[in-house]
């Protein structure tokens, strides 16, 4: 239980759900940017990239919104949680590729992006570790 008294809780955001979505937007607008990705590689990687971080960004909402009071809605919580991290992880496979084969496209401009990505990478999994039955 919290140590705050419930008349003192602010509503705040949860940090998973907030950075999967501004992902989701940096990811967009830097693919959409056709100085960064030129059209004729939008097709082969940009959509790739942009339908992954979607299904990122769908897996984390999905997982946030089961309220886990049994061990089925538990399992089925991580089990999003987990394909979220695997999503993760095969957006960072298609920004190394996005780097390897569009000229334009270089680390450093993908660098607030992939900093990002480590640390929801990071904050999911900390989630799945840590996420139990409610009230127990």
Do not use: H
Not at 24 to 38: A, C, F, G, K, S
Not at 56 to 62: F, R, T
Not at 71 to 80: C, G, Q, S, V
Not at 113 to 132: C, F, M, Q, S, Y
């Amino acid at each position: 239980m919290s140590n705050v008294y419930v008349r003192n809780r602010k509503k705040t955001k949860f940090d998973v759900v907030t950075n999967a979505e501004k992902l989701q937007d940096d990811i967009t607008l830097y693919v959409m940017n056709e100085r960064l990705v030129p059209k004729k590689w939008r097709y082969m990687i940009g959509t790739d990239l942009v339908a992954k971080i979607d299904e990122l960004n769908d897996n984390v909402v999905a997982a946030n919104s089961i309220y886990a009071t049994t061990e089925k809605d538990l399992e089925t919580r991580k089990a999003y949680q987990q394909k979220a991290i695997i999503n993760g992880y095969q957006i960072q496979r298609k920004l190394k590729r996005l780097i390897r084969c569009v000229p334009s496209a270089t680390a450093s401009s993908l660098e607030d992006i992939v900093t990002l990505l480590e640390a929801e990478i990071k904050d999911i999994k900390g989630w799945r570790k840590n996420d139990k039955i409610v009230g127990q």
